[in-house]
C-alpha cells in the first residue's frame, strides 16, 4: 500500500468518526482527531515498510501508543462500515487487502506448526 495512500483513507476515517461523534464541520477537526490524524503521519513518516506495507490497521508491527491504538481502533470501527457505503472501492481494497494479510499470517502460522512437528519427530528420533 503505497504510503500516500493509507494516509489519504485514514485521514478520510478519522475526518468521518470527527464529523459523527464530535459534530465537527465539513472539512474540520476537532483539536482531539486532528492530533490524532497529526501522529498518524508522523508514524507512517517513521515505518520501516516505507510504501511496502499494509494497511496501518493490518500492520503486525503496532507501533502506535497504546492512548493513540485506542482511538485509531475507535475510528476504525465507526468510519470501517460507513466506507463501505461512501467509498465502496477504498473499502473494498482495504477489506480484500485485510483477508490476503490474514491468510498470510495463517499460513505462516502452519508452517511453523509443521516446522515444529517435524522438528519433535527428529528430537524424537535421536533420543
Ligand atoms: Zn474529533
Not at 42 to 48: F, K, L, V
Amino acid at each position: 500500500m503505497e504510503k500516500q495512500k493509507d494516509l489519504e483513507i485514514v485521514e478520510l476515517m478519522i475526518a468521518m468518526y470527527c464529523r459523527g461523534k464530535h459534530k465537527s464541520k465539513k472539512g474540520e477537526l476537532c483539536p482531539e482527531c486532528a492530533e490524532l490524524a497529526e501522529y498518524v503521519r508522523q508514524r507512517r513518516e517513521r515505518c520501516p515498510f516505507g510504501d511496502d506495507k499494509p494497511f496501518c490497521s493490518n500492520c503486525k508491527i503496532h507501533c502506535y501508543r497504546p492512548d493513540m491504538r485506542q482511538k485509531i481502533a475507535a475510528v476504525m470501527r465507526y468510519s470501517g462500515p460507513r466506507l463501505t457505503f461512501t467509498h465502496p472501492v477504498i473499502a473494498f481494497s482495504h477489506l480484500a487487502e485485510t483477508i490476503k494479510t490474514r491468510r498470510a499470517n495463517a499460513k505462516q502460522e502452519r508452517q511453523k506448526q509443521k516446522e515444529k512437528e517435524m522438528k519433535d519427530k527428529e528430537e524424537k528420533r535421536n533420543d
